[in-house]
């Protein structure tokens, strides 16, 4: 199926699609968008409305028939106490975090869906 085709589906019209949900589809479908967006990940995704910080680094990696990836976030520590939760967002070591999730939400916390969320 087409990316053009993927997007006119009733299927991509049950629920909405973040830019990189749209990414991870495309490179799925598209041989030639999944080339470049392994060759240049920040620049695929700064064209996707994705700012990602110069001093961040993208690693792109390929899930195959038989190995399957799975990304985990930056251990934080596991201080969950209101004085540690207000010293991380605070801190000024470069970690950003989501505005509309909270430090412990693992799937978000330290990672690039924080940097899609809005």
Not at 14 to 33: K, M, N, Q, V
Not at 78 to 91: P, R, T, Y
């Amino acid at each position: 199926m087409s990316t053009a085709a993927l997007k006119a589906s009733k299927w991509s019209k049950t629920a909405p699609l973040s830019a990189l949900d749209t990414i991870r589809i495309e490179c799925g479908i598209d041989e030639d968008f999944r080339k470049k967006f392994i060759a240049d990940p920040s620049g695929v995704l700064k064209a996707h409305g994705i700012e990602v910080p110069a001093d961040v680094k993208i690693n792109v990696v390929q899930d195959t028939p038989s190995t399957y990836n799975i990304s985990i976030p930056p251990f934080r520590g596991n201080d969950l106490s209101d004085a540690s939760l207000k010293s991380a967002a605070a801190s000024s070591n470069g970690t950003t975090w989501c505005t509309t999730c909270t430090a412990t939400t693992p799937i978000c916390a330290g990672s690039l869906a924080s940097l899609t969320c809005a």
